[in-house]
């Protein structure tokens, strides 16, 4: 669905009413427990990353490494004039990004339900040779297959998952192991379908 393009689109334009709600937002109870898993000073990627506020500098606050990427040019500008130490912030769409970096930890908060539904699947065999062996890989999700759209601050945005089997499904077969998840995960008044944490187990 080409919607999904209409996503860095309107993202560009709410990106002051977006860094204004994460300007004020705590850090999420998953974030703090994802990075107390990684090993200390280990590197970062956040995809999805927004306006680096609260997760990146979070990560950096502890002394982390911080790659964050984000298809929308004006929420990596924000990102980067906060001068979070330890990051590197760059456009770009996770399905083009290329490093030969590994990473110890992946985060994606609230991002993957904006990638388009025919390329749900092939996320997370990318997502897996990102990370080094035994990393972390935490993200939320809807629970069910869905593909909508819907709107926020006035302009449309396109939302697509794959159930929660089949997520659960790839991940067995490429090697993560379920930490844990949870279902209506709610804080601040915020309610996240599925938060998970995965392991990726080494294979040597
Ligand atoms: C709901 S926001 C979450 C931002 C941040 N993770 C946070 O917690 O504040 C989703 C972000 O994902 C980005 N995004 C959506 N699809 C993307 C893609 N295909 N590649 C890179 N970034 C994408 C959007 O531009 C947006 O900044």
Same mark, same amino acid.
């Given at each position: 669905?080409?919607?999904?393009?209409?996503?860095? %689109?309107?993202?560009?334009?709410?990106?002051? #009413?977006?860094?204004?709600?994460?300007?004020?937002?705590?850090?999420?109870?998953?974030?703090?427990?994802?990075? @107390?898993?990684?090993?200390?000073? &280990?590197?970062?990627? #956040?995809? +999805?990353?927004?306006? +680096?506020?609260?997760?990146?500098?979070?990560?950096?606050?502890?002394?982390?490494?911080?790659?964050?990427?984000?298809?929308?040019?004006?929420?990596?500008?924000?990102? %980067?004039?906060?001068?979070?130490?330890?990051?590197?912030?760059?456009?770009? !769409?996770?399905? #083009?990004?290329?490093?030969?970096?590994?990473?110890? +930890?992946?985060?994606?908060?609230?991002?993957?339900?904006?990638?388009?539904?025919?390329?749900?699947?092939?996320?997370?065999?990318?997502?897996? !040779?990102?990370?080094?062996?035994?990393?972390?890989?935490?993200?939320?999700? +809807?629970? %069910? /297959?869905? /593909?909508?759209?819907?709107?926020?601050? &006035? /302009?449309?945005?396109?939302?697509?998952?794959?159930?929660?089997?089949?997520?659960?499904?790839?991940?067995?077969?490429?090697?993560?192991?379920? @930490?844990?998840?949870?279902?209506?995960?709610?804080?601040?008044?915020?309610?996240?379908?599925?938060?998970?944490?995965? %392991?990726?187990?080494?294979?040597?």
């Amino acid at each position: 669905m080409e919607n999904a393009s209409i996503n860095k %689109k309107s993202y560009n334009k709410i990106v002051d #009413d977006w860094a204004k709600i994460r300007n004020n937002s705590a850090v999420n109870k998953p974030i703090i427990d994802f990075l @107390e898993k990684i090993k200390p000073n &280990g590197d970062i990627l #956040d995809i +999805g990353c927004g306006s +680096g506020n609260p997760i990146a500098k979070y990560f950096s606050e502890n002394n982390y490494s911080i790659i964050g990427i984000d298809f929308s040019e004006k929420m990596i500008e924000i990102a %980067k004039s906060q001068e979070i130490k330890n990051s590197q912030f760059i456009v770009s !769409d996770f399905f #083009d990004f290329e490093t030969d970096k590994k990473f110890d +930890g992946i985060v994606a908060w609230d991002s993957l339900f904006h990638f388009p539904k025919e390329r749900q699947k092939e996320l997370y065999s990318k997502i897996y !040779d990102l990370l080094l062996p035994n990393s972390y890989f935490l993200f939320t999700h +809807g629970k %069910k /297959e869905d /593909e909508h759209m819907d709107k926020m601050f &006035g /302009e449309p945005f396109y939302y697509s998952c794959l159930s929660r089997n089949s997520v659960l499904e790839l991940m067995t077969d490429l090697g993560f192991e379920l @930490e844990y998840e949870i279902e209506n995960f709610v804080e601040e008044n915020t309610t996240r379908d599925w938060v998970v944490l995965a %392991k990726k187990i080494s294979k040597t």
